[in-house]
Nanobody, 125 residues
């Protein structure tokens, strides 16, 4: 069993930065691939970024490439999402997810092994 708790969301002006954190419980964190997803009001949840269990591989959605960076600290059971050059269209609830399959993380936006409850990011223009 893995519990995920996101933090770091808030209100930021366009062009600003935020760093989200996802703290995981359980001793099996290092065996899970981790991902970030987001859901804007009235829209479907979408893939943002993923990082492999080792931290050596990462993948990004097209809309965030070059602006967001995913990382993890396995010693702290935490995955991060550094968000720079934020735009109003980045406004959404951001969720972290854990799954055994990296291809599932980058290819889908639902049915992961574990989900956090989300943290709201609001970018004002």
């Amino acid at each position: 069993q893995v519990q995920l708790v996101e933090s770091g969301g808030g209100l930021v002006q366009a062009g600003g930065s935020l760093r989200l954190s996802c703290a995981a419980s359980g001793r099996t964190f290092t065996t899970y691939e981790m991902g970030w997803f987001r859901q804007a009001p009235g829209k479907e949840r979408k893939f943002v970024a993923a990082i492999s269990a080792s931290g050596l591989t990462s993948t990004y959605g097209d809309s965030v490439k070059g602006r967001f960076t995913v990382s993890r600290d396995n010693a702290k059971n935490t995955v991060y999402l550094q968000m720079n050059s934020l735009k109003p269209e980045d406004t959404a609830v951001y969720y972290c997810a854990a799954d055994r399959s990296y291809s599932d993380l980058v290819g889908r936006a639902d049915d992961m092994d574990y989900w956090g409850k989300g943290t709201l990011v609001t970018v004002s223009s």
